[in-house]
Nanobody, 114 residues
Framework: QVQPVESGGGLVQAGGSLRLSCSSS???????MGWYRQAPGKRRELVAT???????FYADSVKGRFTISRDNDENTVYLQMSSLKPEDTAVYYC?????????WGQGTQVTVSS
């Protein structure tokens, strides 16, 4: 299955932590992987990406709080989220890309209560 599958979302209090997983049944070793999120009434925005070579990018809003990592042996990408804020509430989507081919997961809801 090329389409990634997200898991790990849930309800957490502000200041808490969650770890999201994005798994695929096919190899991701050559894929550029990313996490995006979409809050109600807002556009989908980039959260973090990790290239096939391991280069990492974070949106300013999550720098220092979120950590993206990949395990190519497990075909899984993780997003460790700490010091969560109510404004982090959104549906989080995983994205894998190879050249012009892009596949999106169905998303996992993260809700941060104040």
């Amino acid at each position: 299955q090329v389409q990634p599958v997200e898991s790990g979302g849930g309800l957490v209090q502000a200041g808490g932590s969650l770890r999201l997983s994005c798994s695929s049944s096919t190899s991701i070793s050559l894929n550029h992987m990313g996490w995006y999120r979409q809050a109600p009434g807002k556009r989908r925005e980039l959260v973090a990406t990790v290239s096939a070579g391991g280069d990492i990018f974070y949106a300013d809003s999550v720098k220092g709080r979120f950590t993206i990592s990949r395990d190519n042996d497990e075909n899984t990408v993780y997003l460790q989220m700490s010091s969560l804020k109510p404004e982090d509430t959104a549906v989080y989507y995983c994205n894998r890309a190879y050249g012009t081919d892009v596949w999106w997961g169905q998303g996992t809801q993260v809700t941060v209560s104040s």
